[in-house]
């Protein structure tokens, strides 16, 4: 009897094992630490963004420069000319921003400096990633580098999103509901429990 737990135990071992899913993790900001391109692409953006960062500068010391100027000599300006020296700095000021907005704003130039020069590096380390997860069999592979873990690769055979859909019953693509259907015809049909 202890020899047949044993033996049911050993499968029930080996069957859970088998059918588990494989996970990994890699850590981008270490893979690029150790890559030379990444270092003379890093170092090409630090270049940009001092000298924009001059420019920023530059446009706010002068518009800086042209308050003070007004307060020295607020008093002694007609009307006309206060409003004038005004509208001067006011526009100064709106072209100093949007220039700051232009290069690190949101689709910024930088932003888009970033994302060409590292679309190579990235890449690169994309295509290593799925050598290796083919290599090692893996189901799903995290970056630890962020502040979370983000999923970088997942096995699509584990996408329940078109069973989540028609749970919703919510309309698939119709491209979709045809490979669902030749993969429905695949699977062996099992008793639906009610």
Do not use: C
């Amino acid at each position: 009897m202890r020899r047949l737990l044993l033996i049911s135990l050993g499968i029930l071992f080996f069957a859970s094992h088998t059918f588990a899913q494989k996970f990994g993790y890699v850590d981008t900001e270490f893979i690029t630490s150790k890559m030379p391109d990444y270092a003379k692409v890093q170092q090409q953006i630090d270049q940009n963004t001092k000298t924009w960062l001059a420019e920023v500068e530059k446009k706010k010391l002068s518009v800086e420069k042209l308050e003070k100027e007004y307060k020295l000599e607020e008093l002694l300006l007609t009307e006309d000319l206060k409003q004038q020296r005004l509208a001067e700095i006011q526009s100064k000021s709106k072209e100093a921003k949007a220039f700051e907005n232009q290069v690190f704003g949101e689709e910024g130039e930088l932003f888009k400096l970033k994302q060409a020069a590292y679309k190579s590096i990235l890449d690169q380390i994309s295509k290593a990633i799925e050598k290796v997860v083919r290599a090692k069999r893996l189901d799903f592979i995290f970056d630890k580098a962020n502040d979370g873990l983000v999923l970088l690769y997942t096995n699509p055979v584990h996408d329940y999103s078109d069973y989540v859909l028609e749970e919703l019953g919510l309309e698939l693509d119709p491209n979709l509901v045809e490979k669902a259907k030749k993969e429905e015809a695949q699977e062996p049909k099992s008793p639906k429990k009610n």
